[in-house]
Structure formats: structure tokens, C-alpha cells
């Protein structure tokens, strides 16, 4: 089905939650000079520095009587700047900020400071919001499954209009959920469609590295194979197109993205000039040699509404992305250009200026058309730009440790700590804390054995400090410390996943619903799940995976079709078939069994 009214029971939803939403502790306080001040609590640390963006890294400062450690810096801008605690050496999220940075790498928190008058494009304001949708779709491409998130506008669910769509990827090590959490690609969105300044359009959030899925190894020729675009354009694109109102013709298609997703948009997006007719490249450039692109200068300007550049001169790629205009110019290629000298270089506060201008040119020919009729040549070269080099990426990237490392069900997690005395790995399938073994170069591990086909939250304690593994890119959404997320379930292309659908509230609040891919989908009978004290709406997805289990049970015919309403814990008002509340187990494995037990009694 291509609409799910969820408008029904809106009412009934934002009744039940309106009381249920915790605002967390917080560790950061944002001063009325525009300073922040960090708060970090560990008593057991030896020394703690604050790394965020808007300063870089410095000590903090302990009291001896309370173990905080805090640190005043700035004044800053008001934006969204990533930050961690380093506690003796290792890097930490703070533990008493529900805000985080999905990667596969590093592990952020964000701090966000308002603006004192105007409120910033990105910021949660009093307008109609859309949905964002969670899907996963099988990839003929790369053998499994894959995610993408999906963006709906406020009027998509109550109209029959179909809407262009636009791809848009985000960057290195990235995960599918930056241009959400991080990039705010819905809110600042919703703002633009409110001012009337930007059209109704569907935004498609791809997973950039869908390699780091595939579960058979690379072999021969297959490993030049651009495996981004196989998946875009021969299973993301069709599945899109299958289950949303879409307009599917190359005047109402847009790609683009930032750094590495940049690239991959651009990629994409030239060499398939049959599908997408708008393309943006933000912090990002790409080869020079796509064939039947570059020497066909008229052909390409024809097939291209917008061609569109943006880039920081104090970026680390401002050379590489300036040279890429250049050349551009010299083939006679229309490209819009934009610098910005005050945003921190390659950093997601270019990326969310830059999406807000663009949005306003997507779809929009007269926009578009009057934008490519005033571009300018690039700016001229001064001889030093910052280039892109391989010394520069081995810095930024580093060689990652593989953790956790799976092997049938034996898993093998590693951590790097140089300067830690003791390790512990702890967990769900775990009745009691794992010692690690150290090699000679400070990397840690341990290996668990004959774990069931379940999903585990597991964690590292360095030194009484508790630490999620960086190498992985899934996270618990507890509300303290997020712990890291094992999956050791297995999937095939025999179940079509339904969407787990997010919806905000005036307030900004969000919860979730999953109703499953059955017809009167509007007439099913309800059951929530409610989020612990110290868990949040988020979990019964990511953790219980509670969609998944609602989809199989449903497709093998042992449960009937209902629907799952996905809450913040607290009071819940309503009519419901059941309430399962997470605090009332004690693992997740739990839960998911009590779920299965209720699914099979509906």
C-alpha cells in the first residue's frame, strides 16, 4: 500500500503521549554570553577532555569532592556542533544526552544552541511536520537487506497527489540516519514548505556503504563494482517507486549529498541522465572521467534543470571540489557555485546551509533555471587550497579494528585503549563481565561462543568507565548510556518490512507506528509498546526489532495483522489490544518473547 492514513487516530496519539515525553539530564549548559559549559561526572578518571567542534579539544577541570569534571569554552554560534568526552584516552559520548551522531566510527553526542531571536532553519518549529519512515528492502545487488529512510510531506497522507523525490546521501563512515539526526533534512524541510519557500517533495535517505552488508566477500571484478549506484538505481529507486505516490521521470528527480555522498550523487546522478535531471554536491567532488558526460557539454547542460556545488574554502576537500568547478567550466558544463568561510570546513553545519538553499531550487524550474542562468566561473585559484590527500585520509579514517566480528556464533569484540589497565566486555548474553586480553598494541578483545540467534546490548568498561564500541554502528537509543547493539538474527527476501513510521508532534515530541503491508490497514486492531524509564520509543524498533517480528509473524500466518504504537514511556490513554511496557522484563529477549506470546493470542 502507497498510503497509511494515520490521521485517524492522531488525536487519540497525541493525547496518549502528551504527558509521557522525559526530557533527559543535561550535562552541557549553554550560558547567556553564548559560552558552554560541559559537565561530565566520573570519579574513577584520571583525566577528561571535552573534544567538540566549535573549539577542539581541551582539559576539563575535576572537582576532588564531587568527581564532575566541566569546562567553560566559547562564545559559539548557535547551531548543532558534535562533542565527546576523552576519559583517559578514549573517546565517550556523554551519557546524559539523548542527542547522538549515528556512524560506523566515531561516537558523538551534539549540542544545539538556539538562536536567541529568529529561529534557525533547522530548528523544531510550530509548523505542520512530516513523517519520516524507516524501511528496509531486500538488494538483489549486494545479496541482503538494506535500509533507507524515507521522508514524507505533511499533506502526504492526506491527498492523492504524487510528489517528486530526491536522494540524498550522506558521507563517509556515515550511516543512513545522519541527514535525520544530525543534518535535520525534515525539519528545515517542514520550515521552507511552511514559508511557502521550497515544493512538497519525498526525500530518500540511502545507506552510502551498502558493502560493510554484504555477507559473501568480494571476488575478482566484482570489486570495482560500484555496488551505491547498483542498489540505488536497480532496488532503492524500484522499491521507493513501488510502495510511495511518486512522479518517476528524470524532471522530478534530484541526487546529491555530502563528502564521500557527494560523490556518490554526482556518480549516480551523471551517468544517469535518463533518470535524474537536478544534482547538488555538497563539501564533495567526483571523477573527471564518467564517460559520455564531460565531452558532451550541450547535451549534458540541456538534461540538467540544476547543477548545483557547495563548498567551505577552509574545507580539507575545498581543492579538490574547487579544481572539480574548474574543470567544469572548462567543458563547458553550467554549474552553480557557493563558498561559505565561517562554518568550520567540512562539517554538518556547511551540509544543513547548503540543503537549505538547494531545497528551495529543487523542483522549481524557474528557480533552478534562474540560479544556473547567474552561476559564476569558480573562484581563482591562490595556489593554497587544501587538497585531499592520501595522507589526509589516513588521518581522518584510520584503518578501523573490526568489532564485533562475527563468525556463525562465535563474536569476537575489540577495543582499542593503549592506556587502560582492564577491560571488560559485558552484556545481554553474558551472566557476568568478560575480561579482554591486551595485544602490543593496546587493542583488547574477546571472543564469546555459542551465542543463540538473538539480539544482545553489550558494552566495554575501561577502567570503571563504560564505553560503546566505536566500530559499531548500532546503537541502543537508551536515555543514559547507549550501549551497542549485537544482531544475530538472520533474514531472507521472503518477508516484504513494513515502515516504521516516526511522527512529530507540534511540541517536537516523536513516536513511532508500524502497520503492516495488508489491506484495511486503516480498521487494525492496536498494540503498544511502551518505552522503560531508561529506554525511548526508538527501542521496541531498534533493539526489539518489534516490526520484524510483527512482519514474519503476520507473513507465516501465526499472528493476525494489527498495529504497533511505539511510545515514550509514561501514562498511555487509549483502546489497545495490549500494553507491554519494556520496563517489566529483564532483557530485551524478554520483551520479544512476551510480544511473540501476544501477537499469537490477537
Not at 514559508?195 to 575478482?220: F, R
Not at 536497480?234 to 534530484?254: K, Q, W
Request: charged share 20%; with cysteine.
Amino acid at each position: 500500500m502507497k498510503r497509511h492514513f494515520y490521521f485517524a487516530f492522531a488525536a487519540l496519539l497525541f493525547g496518549a503521549c502528551s504527558q509521557s515525553v522525559q526530557t533527559a539530564p543535561q550535562s552541557t549548559v549553554v550560558n547567556a554570553d553564548g559560552t558552554v559549559t560541559f559537565n561530565y561526572r566520573n570519579d574513577k578518571a584520571k583525566q577528561v577532555q571535552v573534544d567538540v567542534q566549535f573549539a577542539g579539544r581541551h582539559a576539563m577541570v575535576k572537582d576532588s569532592a564531587t568527581g564532575l569534571w566541566s569546562l567553560t569554552l566559547g562564545p559559539a554560534a548557535p547551531d548543532m556542533y558534535p562533542y565527546c568526552f576523552v576519559v583517559d584516552g578514549v573517546s565517550v559520548m556523554d551519557p546524559e544526552n539523548q542527542q547522538w551522531f549515528p556512524n560506523e566510527g566515531f561516537k558523538n553526542s551534539i549540542l544545539d544552541i538556539p538562536a536567541k531571536n529568529a529561529p534557525l532553519i533547522h530548528s523544531i518549529q510550530n509548523v505542520p511536520h512530516g513523517n519520516v519512515e524507516y524501511i528496509s528492502y531486500y538488494s538483489e545487488s549486494i545479496g541482503t537487506y538494506n535500509n533507507a529512510i524515507v521522508y514524507l510531506p505533511p499533506k502526504y497522507n492526506q491527498s492523492a497527489d504524487s510528489y517528486p523525490v530526491f536522494y540524498l546521501i550522506s558521507g563517509t563512515t556515515d550511516t543512513e540516519e545522519v541527514y535525520y539526526k544530525v543534518g535535520r533534512m525534515n525539519f528545515i524541510l517542514d520550515n521552507l514548505i511552511a514559508q511557502g519557500a521550497a515544493k512538497e517533495m519525498i526525500v530518500v535517505l540511502p545507506y552510502g556503504n551498502p558493502m560493510k552488508l554484504m555477507k559473501q566477500p568480494m571476488q575478482g571484478a566484482s570489486m570495482f563494482r560500484d555496488f551505491f549506484t547498483a542498489d540505488l538505481v536497480g532496488d532503492l529507486m524500484p522499491y521507493v517507486e513501488s510502495h510511495y505516490c511518486t512522479i518517476n521521470d528524470r524532471d522530478h528527480r534530484a541526487i546529491g549529498g555530502f563528502s564521500r555522498g557527494g560523490n556518490q550523487g554526482l556518480a549516480a546522478g551523471l551517468t544517469n541522465l535518463d533518470k535524474f535531471s537536478y544534482l547538488c554536491s555538497y563539501s564533495s567532488f567526483t571523477s573527471t572521467a564518467l564517460p559520455n558526460v564531460y565531452d558532451n557539454a550541450a547535451e549534458t547542460n540541456d538534461k540538467l534543470h540544476l547543477f548545483w556545488s557547495g563548498v567551505g574554502t577552509d574545507d580539507f576537500l575545498f581543492g579538490n571540489a574547487r579544481d572539480y568547478t574548474e574543470f567544469l567550466d572548462q567543458k563547458g558544463i553550467r554549474c552553480v557555485k557557493e563558498y561559505t568561510h565561517d562554518k568550520f570546513g567540512h562539517t554538518w553545519m556547511n551540509a544543513k546551509y547548503f540543503l537549505d538553499i538547494t531545497y528551495r531550487l529543487l523542483f522549481n524550474e524557474e528557480a533552478s533555471a534562474k540560479a544556473m542562468a547567474n552561476a559564476q566561473p569558480t573562484m581563482a585559484k591562490t595556489g593554497e587550497e587544501q587538497q585531499f590527500t592520501p595522507g589526509v585520509m589516513a588521518r581522518l579514517f584510520p584503518r578501523p579494528i573490526l568489532s564485533p566480528e562475527i563468525n556463525g556464533a562465535n563474536v569476537t569484540f575489540r577495543i582499542k585503549a593503549e592506556n587502560a589497565e582492564n577491560v571488560q566486555l559485558v552484556g545481554e548474553m553474558l551472566s557476568q563481565p568478560m575480561n579482554m586480553e591486551r595485544d602490543s598494541v593496546g587493542v583488547w578483545s574477546a571472543t564469546v561462543t555459542g551465542l543463540a540467534a538473538e539480539v544482545y546490548c553489550y558494552n566495554f568498561v575501561v577502567d570503571g568507565t563504560q564505553v560503546a564500541d566505536a566500530q559499531n554502528m548500532y546503537l541502543a537509543p537508551d536515555n543514559g548510556f547507549k550501549r551497542s547493539i549485537l544482531d544475530l538474527t538472520s533474514t531472507d527476501n521472503r518477508y516484504n518490512y513494513s515502515p516504521v513510521c516516526y511522527q512529530v508532534k507540534a511540541d517536537g515530541s516523536t513516536f513511532a507506528t508500524v502497520v503492516p503491508n495488508v489491506e484495511n490497514s486503516s480498521e487494525l486492531p492496536a498494540v503498544a509498546l511502551v518505552a522503560g524509564a531508561n529506554d525511548t520509543f526508538e527501542s521496541w524498533f531498534k533493539i526489539a526489532q518489534a516490526n520484524k517480528i510483527l512482519d514474519e509473524m503476520v507473513a507465516d500466518g501465526k499472528c493476525k495483522p494489527c498495529e504497533l504504537r511505539l511510545l515514550p514511556s509514561g501514562k498511555v490513554d487509549g483502546k489497545f489490544k495490549a500494553v507491554l511496557n519494556s520496563a517489566d522484563y529483564k532483557t530485551w529477549a524478554e520483551a520479544r518473547a512476551a510480544l511473540v506470546s501476544v501477537l499469537e493470542k490477537l
